[in-house]
């Protein structure tokens, strides 16, 4: 068991490796996210991997992105707000606002996404500092600069689709500054807990855009989420060879959500 929590977990997530575990706890003051190792809980059992902060009064939801790196979490304060973090780098990369309504869930999707590069340690040369290189694998983007992921989020009337990506930093305007905590980049920083900063001008900084919720009901919550691959391809006009043939990239893909009939 792991025993690394001091309040009551609200939340829990399963890394696409099947040992990490990321699980959230309540409590003001006291929400905060460990991602642990459950190989390790029994000789470990409140060793952490990362401790994330960013939420005030508790976690509602948790999800780990397709490739692992990232941790997109639903908190419970007024503004039913949205984090997304580097666990490995312990790094708080965009805060948003859900909805003004309550929010249940949040959720990568593991279908739609462009992810980061992979990275290995570089050869020390001149330098004794260790450095790394970006090996992107088959899916990845080139850069980090070009990643792009996509999250759903559902609750109380409504469905809403959300697109994590870099874009330039522009500092508001003073007349801007009033809405400025509602803007996608209110959150936002670079570096670890000690050495968070806001960002300069032209620096690139992760953005979390969503768009008018969809789906909208009177009569309807929507309490859960979960995403399923029908794995049926896509028939595609190959005008070479004159005949149809099947996508071998583009398939059908289902989002299954669970209703609370009022």
Request: charged residues 20%; contains cysteine.
């Amino acid at each position: 068991f792991y025993l690394g929590h001091t309040k009551e977990v609200t939340a829990m997530a399963l890394h696409p490796n099947m040992a990490v575990v990321a699980s959230g706890q309540c409590g003001r003051d006291a929400a905060v996210i460990n991602v642990w190792d459950s190989t390790r809980a029994k000789t470990e059992p409140t060793h952490a991997l990362a401790k994330l902060e960013g939420h005030s009064v508790n976690i509602r939801s948790v999800s780990f992105s397709h490739d692992g790196k990232l941790v997109a979490s639903l908190g419970g304060d007024l503004y039913n707000t949205i984090c997304v973090h580097d666990w490995q780098d312990r790094t708080l990369l965009v805060k948003a606002r859900g909805h003004s309504s309550k929010v249940w869930t949040v959720a990568f999707n593991p279908f739609q996404a462009y992810g980061m590069p992979d990275k290995v340690k570089a050869q020390p040369r001149l330098s004794k500092r260790q450095k790394w290189e970006t090996r992107p694998q088959p899916g990845q983007a080139l850069r980090d600069e070009d990643a792009c992921y996509t999250l759903v989020s559902c609750g109380v009337q409504h469905i809403k689709f959300w697109t994590l990506t870099q874009v330039e930093y522009s500092p508001p305007s003073t007349v801007a500054k009033v809405h400025y905590e509602e803007s996608a980049f209110y959150g936002s920083c670079f570096g670890g807990p000690n050495r968070m900063r806001q960002p300069t001008p032209h620096e690139k900084v992760w953005k979390l855009e969503g768009n008018p919720p969809l789906m909208k009901s009177e009569a309807q919550d929507f309490t859960c989420l979960a995403f399923t691959n029908d794995n049926i391809p896509l028939q595609v006009y190959d005008e070479a060879t004159d005949s149809v043939a099947d996508s071998p990239t583009v398939r059908h893909l289902h989002i299954c959500i669970a209703i609370n009939l009022i």
